[in-house]
Antibody, heavy 121, light 106 residues
Framework: QITLKESGPTLVKPTQTLTLTCTFS??????????VGWIRQPPGKALEWLAL???????RYSPSLKSRLTITKDTSKNQVVLTMTNMDPVDTATYYC?????????????WGQGTLVTVSS | EIVMTQSPATLSVSPGERATLSCRAS??????LAWYQQKPGQAPRLLIY???TRATGIPARFSGSGSGTEFTLTISSLQSEDFAVYYC????????FGGGTKVEIK
């Protein structure tokens, strides 16, 4: 059974850097074809992909946010970390980490519960 | 950049009726289109991938169709647990979600 859980601050100030950790079980990021993604959802709004990382350390970023995002993995800890710099109130959202389907690339077959991050001074 | 447009924004349907949701891509995404269901306070759930293939455990009342730029999700007979927000997502390029369609009880 695949499980994922996001952790990190619930409140950050404008201009600060957000660091979120996804801790997962039920799969290994050292297995060929496996990937983890981060997606966010502002309150009452639609979903937005942020970043992906694959078993071979291939990393992909949202074109509109690429300059602010960094995704890394720690295979030994079963963790993926997302950092987002220069946070703004418009970045207030629920942030999800997710397991990428091995059947249909860049779709999600398992999600974390999400963590709400509020950006406010 | 591809834009994904879903319509209508809100769909009011009575239980037992059919619901038809549309998703349009601004350029072709081939069949690289997925549908998700999201209920309040929950993470989304994958329903359909490859435009028409149901994900594991998804009831047969959910069906997807289309290719290129026009896609449809049909729920043949709405059950109480189907009232939710539905998102399409293309994965032909950088993955993008549509704005969602809320299916509400009429």
């Amino acid at each position: 059974q695949i499980t994922l859980k996001e952790s990190g601050p619930t409140l950050v100030k404008p201009t600060q850097t957000l660091t979120l950790t996804c801790t997962f079980s039920g799969f290994s990021l050292s297995t060929s074809g496996v990937g983890v993604g981060w997606i966010r959802q502002p309150p009452g709004k639609a979903l937005e992909w942020l970043a992906l990382i694959y078993w071979d350390d291939d990393k992909r970023y949202s074109p509109s946010l690429k300059s602010r995002l960094t995704i890394t993995k720690d295979t030994s800890k079963n963790q993926v970390v997302l950092t987002m710099t220069n946070m703004d109130p418009v970045d207030t959202a629920t942030y999800y980490c997710a397991h990428l389907s091995s059947i249909a690339a860049r779709t999600i077959d398992s999600w974390g519960q999400g963590t709400l991050v509020t950006v406010s001074s | 950049e591809i834009v994904m447009t879903q319509s209508p924004a809100t769909l009011s349907v009575s239980p037992g009726e059919r619901a038809t949701l549309s998703c349009r891509a601004s350029q072709s995404v081939s069949s690289n289109l997925a549908w998700y269901q999201q209920k309040p306070g929950q993470a989304p759930r994958l329903l359909i991938y490859g435009a028409s293939t149901r994900a594991t455990g998804i009831p047969a009342r959910f069906s997807g169709s289309g290719s290129g730029t026009e896609f449809t999700l049909t729920i043949s007979s709405l059950q109480s647990e189907d009232f939710a927000v539905y998102y399409c997502q293309q994965y032909n390029n950088w993955p993008l979600f549509g704005g969602g369609t809320k299916v509400e009880i009429k």
